[in-house]
């Protein structure tokens, strides 16, 4: 199973960032100077990278090497742009099924839907460039190596996806619980994406604004929700049941 390269070092990383590898996050050390470490801030804004300023302690349980101050992973995917993704899946099928992940951060339920994606036949996941959960080993790991086989896009705003998604003819319906239609009352037969929401707080307002319907899971218990991962994968069969008949 192919693992995420860990490189650290200033140097390293900019020329990583300059080479184009896919970078989730860069963690960097508290008070860090130079005009070197100024080079790579410069760098990281420009190319929208994910940064956390971190405790030295932090970075000395990542790696045993010399690591100057700065740790990345290389994410083990390439990941797709939106244009191409939808470009690709919509000149291969007339009813696609496409998944938006809202700033999920937990990388095991990460890693557990790509696994129902890949076992509903999802055409394609897409995610927030920052704040969204990386691929990283323990992604591929409870993926079971469907991060290899499922593609995945990364926006700017989810909303991106939503109205690109809009103006390509794919009806969106995003999960919430602050609704009385239930995934029963919605048609998935159609090209269709489904919103899932983080782990804490669910699809954010704005991003439930832009979809066209709305659904939640029946809870017949005490309990008021249920995992994110699994409450998708009863989402995704839904849509296969549907299509089913």
């Not at 099924?97 to 897409?126: H, M, P, Y």
């Not at 920052?130 to 926006?155: E, H, N, Q, W, Y």
């Amino acid at each position: 199973m192919e693992k995420p390269t860990q490189i650290y070092g200033i140097r390293a990383v900019i020329e990583a960032i300059n080479a184009n590898e896919t970078i989730d996050k860069v963690f960097i050390q508290k008070g860090l100077k130079g005009d070197l470490f100024k080079e790579l801030e410069a760098l990281l804004r420009k190319n929208g990278i994910n940064v956390a300023y971190v405790p030295i302690e932090k970075l000395n349980r990542l790696t045993k090497g010399n690591h100057q101050g700065v740790i990345t992973n290389i994410s083990p995917i390439s990941f797709y742009t939106i244009e191409n993704l939808v470009e690709e899946v919509l000149s291969k099928k007339k009813t696609p099924l496409f998944l938006l992940l809202d700033q999920l951060s937990d990388v095991r339920n990460f890693g557990a839907i790509i696994r129902t994606a890949e076992c509903t036949g999802v055409d394609g996941i897409i995610i927030q460039k920052k704040g969204a959960a990386p691929v990283t080993a323990d992604t591929i790991k409870t993926s079971a190596g469907a991060a290899f086989k499922v593609p995945i896009a990364r926006v700017d705003h989810i909303k991106d996806a939503v109205f690109y998604l809009q103006a390509s003819g794919i009806s969106i319906t995003a999960a919430t619980e602050k609704t009385n239609n239930t995934i029963y009352d919605v048609s998935f037969k159609e090209p269709c994406a489904i919103i899932m929401g983080a782990e804490d707080k669910g699809v954010s307002p704005s991003v439930i604004k832009a979809a066209d319907q709305v659904a939640k899971l029946p809870l017949l218990g005490e309990i008021e929700s249920l995992n994110v991962s699994v409450a998708c994968a009863v989402f995704l069969y839904e849509v296969v049941r549907q299509r089913r008949v």
